[in-house]
């Protein structure tokens, strides 16, 4: 083991550098990579390619993506800030962008904090050591070494939750080929509780097995291109950006701090559906610029909201709604036709 660094001093190290959490997990294979394997197996990753194939592989150990790396320092950043719940905000003319989505990308927060804790190690250690940033774009299992680390179980909605804090976390790793006694993982404190799983209005979650992305909302709305399947399109209701319901649902977060740092202030916060239907390629990418919500593209975004606007049945929306159905984006123009045909239906049923 290194000298003075212990897990609780990299956690005072981590602190300074504005991550509420931190841990360390051995650099060993991914106990759940089996599990993640058939998860991939079984079709639930969807059109996602990036979770399949060679990628796939790389995530059974973090020393293939470093091979000296000895420990997973893993991190956590609070993003939750005092704005409502989406299972608290209702007004059918605004769309729901996923609160993770509302400030700065959390790629370029994330790096830079795991950049000055890396530095920090550095002057620290006492001699010379190899380092590699993971930001949930590494192929890494963050999730499982992250509860190895100590932070959180995994809960039922799939994200980690901290019995303080919640689950309004972005998490980040720095491999190290340090070795540093690791922390213990916390109990699973879900116990008979399945809030999310009935507030999932697609049924995304399956006790028992995880999540099926192929009907999560979050993968209509970001990472699906082309058309979302129509029966699937009442079910993503106001959400134009992801989808945070089975973490508003959660008891954890019930209590869940707010951060101060300015970067996860929401720059859009609900954006009315008629204002969004009206914007061009070059106004979404001003209004959106340094957000993950670029990774949606022009195109996505405008289908989302067009989806949006059906499922709020507005009558004010059949005029932009025509417009849209004349779209040279045969996407768009499609998803436009059947959001008038679901206002001159009238029926709101699925209308959140
Ligand atoms: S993000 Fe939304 S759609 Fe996806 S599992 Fe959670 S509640 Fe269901
Ligand atoms: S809502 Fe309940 S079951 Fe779902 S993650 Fe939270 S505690 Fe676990």
């Known amino acids: 083991m290194t000298g003075s660094l212990t897990a609780d001093h990299i956690r005072e190290l981590a602190r300074r550098c504005g991550f509420e959490l931190a841990g360390v997990a051995a650099a060993a294979s991914a106990p759940d990579r089996a599990r993640y394997h058939e998860w991939v197996a079984a079709g ?7 979770l399949a194939g060679r990628r796939a592989a790389l995530r059974d150990d973090p020393r293939l993506l470093l091979e000296s790396a000895r420990s997973v320092i893993s991190v956590g950043k609070l993003y939750q800030t005092p704005w409502p719940h989406s299972t608290r905000f209702h007004d059918a003319e605004c769309a729901w962008i996923s609160r993770y989505a509302w400030g700065e990308d959390y790629h370029d927060v994330m790096r830079r904090g795991l950049e000055r804790l890396d530095g920090m190690l550095r ?29 959180g179980w995994i809960g039922r909605n799939t ?15 720095l491999l190290v080929s340090l070795g540093i006694a690791p922390d213990a993982p916390p109990p699973d ?31 209509f709305t970001i990472e699906l291109r082309g058309a979302i399947p129509l ?6 209701g106001a959400h134009v950006f992801g989808c945070d319901i089975c973490q508003d649902v959660c008891p954890w977060n019930g ?5 101060g ?16 239907a009206a914007i061009g390629a070059d106004e979404f990418r001003a209004m959106f610029r340094g957000t993950p919500l670029i990774r949606a593209r022009y195109s996505g975004f405008l289908r989302n909201v067009v989806v949006a606007m059906g499922n709020a049945r507005h009558e004010r929306f059949r005029a932009p709604l025509e417009k849209l159905a004349a779209s040279g984006d045969a996407v768009v123009a499609e998803h ?5 045909g679901r206002i001159k239906t009238g029926d709101r049923r699925n209308v959140f």
């Open 231 to 236: 029966e699937q399109r009442a079910g993503i």
């Open 336 to 340: 436009a036709r059947w959001a008038l």
């Open 44 to 50: 639930r990753a969807g059109k996602m390619a990036y």
């Open 255 to 259: 209590r869940a701090p707010v951060t």
């Open 123 to 151: 002057e620290e250690a006492g001699a010379p050591f190899e380092s590699r940033i993971c930001v949930d774009t590494a192929p890494l299992l963050e999730r499982s070494y992250a509860r190895l680390a100590g932070l």
């Open 261 to 276: 740092d300015p970067a996860f202030a929401p720059r859009q916060f609900a954006p009315r559906l008629e204002e969004l």
């Open 159 to 173: 994200c980690l939750i901290n019995q303080q804090q919640g689950s309004w976390f972005f998490l980040g790793e």
């Open 189 to 219: 404190r879900c116990g008979t509780c399945m809030r999310c799983v009935e507030a999932c209005p697609t049924a995304a979650l399956v006790a028992g097995q995880g999540l099926d992305a192929t009907l999560c909302i979050s993968y």
